[in-house]
């Protein structure tokens, strides 16, 4: 029976209690792990899409050479009875076979994923092998513990024992769902920081007068750009056309315009102010 | 006379070929405008039966037949559609002095004493396009040769067609003109 303490139930999350150290540990919990679910999402789309594009041969060799470090790995004895012949030579030797001369970047980062994919394996392993110790304890204590079960005493010891077990699991279990919680409520307010943020910033963006004025611009500029240019065109082909009409009556080249009467250039200003000069 | 480059031509005279883009574009809206109305105008009077009901109506009057071809002759047509064109550059020219081509193309007409072009200037300057065109539109040709680019139109009227944006030549398609044209001028054909 476990037995919940104040303490426990006071760290449990209940509605209207906000502790900003709580709030910011499931903030930042919660941004990791959406960032690590979304990030693991692409790669393993880029992963795919990068095995789609290389051509057949290319995809065998490099399964034939994962294949045979694997079996390097799977053949490595983390005790040994005996040191391995030259460790790693079957993997410099396939290297060799893949490139004519390895660079060393290349060799360290092989040797980082196959160390990787070594580590497994060991892992799996060494997990066998204390398993197998375990059991072996077990039948070794046993013959020991069944008379030390019958002395006096004993029971209230065993008793104590059980209960301080059941304790922890107890403690556990209670450690387990509410890391489940806490994992749920972070991610849901990673989320909703996320679209706040990304909602303060449209605003902002939008209420911006140097950003409505950029978007104006951006939005007039094209037919903008577009009647100048054929304003600019036209202007061109007056001087050339007037050009080529002078030269065919055999008439001097005007080399700049007769300027307007000062009140018609006065007129003209005063429909379009001159650009000011920076 | 300064010898400084001007940096744009704002208010200068506007030369011949943005005057003809201009005026090919007020034509092409006359034109769309014309013939949105015709169809609309033929499209209502269908609907509204008015052939037969005029028929209905005027059926025992004499002369009747030969008054409605009179109206919808040539005659009235012709002359709705010059009192409409007239009324189409009049009335920029005295608003604005800009109709929709010349707005595109950043012109304006002006008077020569830098005014405004009233009404009957207005009039005026559009039966001088008449003097203009007859003699093989040579008064509008006119403004190619003429120093302050004036057709015999703003001769008549006492106007001026001037830029009103701060215009400049496309220096790089002017140089490709150019060169183009020396070429053409050295190899004809």
């Known amino acids: 029976m476990s037995e919940n303490k104040p303490s426990d139930q006071q760290n449990t999350p209940t509605q209207g209690s906000m502790q900003p150290s709580q709030a910011l540990t499931r903030l930042l919990l919660g941004a990791v792990l959406e960032t690590a679910q979304v990030l693991f999402s692409h790669l393993r789309q880029w992963e795919h899409a990068l095995e789609d594009q290389k051509s057949p041969d290319q995809a065998s060799a490099e399964q034939e050479a994962v294949v045979t470090a694997q079996q390097a790995a799977q053949d490595f004895d983390p005790l040994p009875e005996q040191l391995p012949p030259a460790a790693g030579s079957s993997f410099l030797s396939q290297t060799a076979t893949q490139r004519a001369s ?75 769902q509410r890391g489940a919680q806490e994992t749920a409520h972070s991610r849901q307010l990673a989320r909703q920081a996320v679209a706040a943020s990304s909602q303060v910033l449209v605003h902002s963006l939008t209420e911006n007068p140097e950003v409505q004025e950029l978007v104006q611009t951006q939005s ?15 202007v061109s082909a007056d001087t050339l056309v007037e050009g080529v009409v002078r030269s065919l009556l055999r008439r001097t080249p005007r080399r700049e315009l007769p300027p307007p009467p000062p009140q018609v250039r006065a007129l003209a200003e005063r429909i379009h102010p001159p650009e000011k000069k920076s | 006379m300064s010898s400084e480059p001007v940096e744009n031509h704002l208010g200068y005279y ?19 405008v014309s013939v949105s109305a015709t169809w609309f105008l033929s499209i209502t009077a269908s609907m509204l039966q008015v052939q037969q009901i005029l028929d209905y109506s005027f059926q025992k009057v004499n002369g009747y037949q030969d008054l409605l071809d009179q109206l919808a002759g040539p005659l009235v047509v012709g002359g709705l ?12 020219w005295t608003m ?41 539109f040579l008064g509008f040709l006119w403004v190619l040769v003429d120093d302050r680019r004036q057709g015999w139109h703003d001769k008549i009227a006492g106007t001026y067609v001037i830029y009103t944006w701060t215009a400049r030549p496309d220096e790089r398609f002017l140089a490709r003109a150019i060169k183009s044209l020396g070429k053409l001028h050295k190899h004809p054909g």
């Open chain 2, 96 to 136: 604005t002095g800009q109709t929709p081509g010349k707005s595109l193309l950043g012109l304006r007409v002006v008077t020569v004493e830098g005014q405004r072009v009233h009404p009957l200037r207005a009039l005026l300057r559009y039966f001088g396009y008449v003097a203009a065109a007859l003699p093989f």
């Open chain 2, 81 to 92: 559609t010059l009192l409409y064109v007239v009324g189409y550059h009049v009335f920029f």
């Open chain 1, 102 to 176: 390895p660079g060393l970047a290349d060799s360290l980062v092989g040797f980082v994923f196959e160390g990787a994919d070594r580590w497994l394996v060991v892992r799996g392993k060494l997990r066998a092998r204390r398993r197998s110790a375990e059991q072996r304890l077990v039948r070794a204590w046993r013959p020991i513990a069944r008379p030390v079960g019958h002395l006096p005493g004993s029971g209230s010891l065993q008793a104590g024992f059980e209960r301080l077990v059941e304790r922890g699991e107890a403690q556990v279990q209670r450690w387990a």
């Open chain 1, 220 to 234: 007039m500029g094209l037919a903008a750009e577009l009647v100048e240019e054929v304003r600019e065109r036209a």
């Open chain 2, 14 to 32: 506007a030369g011949f070929v943005s005057r003809l883009a201009a005026f090919a574009i007020d034509m092409a809206v006359i034109a769309l």
